[in-house]
Nanobody, 125 residues
Framework: QLQLVQSGGGLVQSGESLRLSCELS????????IGWFRQAPGKEREGVSC????????YIDESVKDRFTVSRDNAKNTMYLQMDNLRSEDRGVYYC??????????????????WGQGTQVTVSP
């Protein structure tokens, strides 16, 4: 059964860094668009950064531009989200997702085929 298993996350201070990882089991990551989403307390899940299956140019939300970097290693079936210079407003539960479609931004939530279990990111002032 295909699964996305997330790791990383935790509690850091403002200005510090974290790296989230998400491994796709059973199947190769090649042929999937990948995405990272976050859900802040009391808010809807929103796209942070996504990378289309056929494009190396990521979509990055304006709120994390120049601080977050999405990447993928198809050989390891793993995707990453490097988060630098974290701010308190970055806190929330972060989810990875994959989908078999092309996207120039972070496609609507319902488009994505599989989701990770979520990981908490907390940033103290």
């Amino acid at each position: 059964q295909l699964q996305l298993v997330q790791s990383g996350g935790g509690l850091v201070q403002s200005g510090e860094s974290l790296r989230l990882s998400c491994e796709l089991s059973v199947r190769t990551l090649e042929g999937y668009s990948i995405g990272w989403f976050r859900q802040a307390p009391g808010k809807e899940r929103e796209g942070v950064s996504c990378l289309s299956l056929d494009d190396n140019r990521p979509y990055i939300d304006e709120s994390v531009k120049d601080r977050f970097t999405v990447s993928r290693d198809n050989a390891k079936n793993t995707m990453y989200l490097q988060m630098d210079n974290l701010r308190s407003e970055d806190r929330g539960v972060y989810y990875c997702a994959v989908g078999q479609f092309r996207t120039r931004n972070c496609a609507p939530l319902g488009w994505w085929n599989f989701w990770g279990q979520g990981t908490q990111v907390t940033v103290s002032p």
